[in-house]
Structures are given as C-alpha cells and as structure tokens.
C-alpha cells in the first residue's frame, strides 16, 4: 500500500522564522510531488508541484525532493501569522493515478 | 486559471431526505474528479473517482448505492447523497484533474448538515 507520512504537529514557529514540513513516501516509482494548504474549514489549495530531485522556489516557499531517500520538505521563509494553516503533502506515483495524500502538518506561526 | 467551484457551499437537510452537490470545473476540462469527505480535525478521505463518461470508481467501504457519482460532462459532476442521515453530516470537497495532468484542483468544499 503507498503511504505518504506527515507528522501532524502541531509545528510552531515565531513569526519571521523559517518553518519546515516533511514528507516521506513508500512508493520509490512515484513522480509528481504537490504541497497543499488547508486552512481550519477550507478546502485545499495547491501551493507547489515538484517532480526532479532538487529545490524549487516560489516567492517565500521552497520545495526540495530527493527521491533517494524519498522525501519531500516545504520551506517557508519569514513564517508570517497568515501561514497558520494545515500543510498536505501529496505523492503521484506515476501516470494518472489518483492522488495519496499525507494526514497533514499543522503549523502555527506565533506572532 | 484552474478554478474549481461547488455548489451550493453549505446545505441543512432533514434525515431521510437526498441532497446533490455539484462541482464544476470552470476554465479546464475535467476528465477526473474526485470526492472527498473530511470530518472535523481528521484528514481528506477519498470517497471515489470518476471519469467523465464512466462509472465512478469508489473506495472501499464506501457504500456506492448511498453516494451517488455522475460525471456526465466534461466540466460537471455531482454527489448526491441519497436517504441522507446526521452521520452523513460533514465537509465534502471535490478536486478536479485536466487530461494529460496529474494536478489536482480542488472545490471550496460543501458543508452538510444532516439533522
């Protein structure tokens, strides 16, 4: 069974810290990585896609995979409040398969 | 781009009775949707995938005679959740996927309450 582990949390970090999620993945032909945001009775929304090994930025975020050692991690530079959300990692193991996605980490960003 | 919506976003419905929710794909062509259910402080749970045109495709232990898939166009689907009950009550999100894609966008979410 593919399996993507998150620890829950709760992460806190102050504000203008650097807040860091990690994910680990079971199944090593997976492809596609995606980093969601989950904020307390919304749905999803995408945040970041990766699939080569590497970083990969976007204004405050970075994504880094390395599929040797299967994981996956988001960074989010100078954490602001607006960050306090639920972070889902999610892990496409190749084709159009559906989707597995992690339980989640919470962050707090404490002001 | 890539916009997702549900409708409606938030429904009360008395037990016993059916309820549809609808998700639309908006600027893309959704071959794939899929349906979630999300209870409070708990994960997303996968209820079921669908492809346009075809039969949904559902989770174990999902009862697909009680949960409704049809995904008759490219850019609709709809749950309906039949002889609906206060444990149905919960946070249903759908999430789309363009052909071609492994991306998956998802709706706002619908709330349902079942009293």
């Known amino acids: 069974q593919k399996e993507v582990e998150q620890n829950s949390g709760p992460l806190s970090v102050p504000e203008g810290a650097i807040a860091s999620l990690n994910c680990t993945y079971s199944d090593r032909v997976s492809q596609s990585f995606f980093w969601y945001r989950q904020y307390s009775g919304k749905s999803p929304e995408l945040i970041m896609s990766?699939?080569?090994?590497g970083d990969k930025e976007d204004g405050r975020f970075t994504a880094q995979l390395n599929k040797a050692s299967q994981y996956v991690s988001l960074l989010i530079r100078d954490s602001q409040p607006s960050d306090s959300a639920t972070y889902l990692c999610a892990v496409n193991s190749g084709g159009y398969q559906k989707v597995t996605f992690g339980i989640g980490t919470k962050l707090q960003v404490i002001p | 781009g890539a916009v997702v919506s549900q409708h409606p976003s938030w429904v009360i419905c008395k037990s016993g009775t059916s309820v549809k929710i609808e998700c639309r794909s908006l600027?893309?062509?959704?071959?794939?949707m899929f349906w979630y259910r999300q209870f409070p402080k708990q994960s997303l749970m996968l209820m079921a995938t669908s492809n346009e045109g075809s039969k949904a495709t559902y989770e174990q232990g999902v009862e697909k005679d009680k949960f409704l898939i049809n995904h008759a166009s490219l850019t609709l689907s709809t749950l309906t959740v039949t002889s609906a009950h206060p444990e149905d009550s919960s946070f249903y999100i759908c999430s789309a996927r363009a052909g071609g894609t492994d991306t998956q966008y998802f709706g706002p979410g619908t709330r349902l309450t079942v009293l």
């Open positions: 990766i699939y080569s090994n």
């Open positions: 600027d893309f062509q959704a071959t794939t």
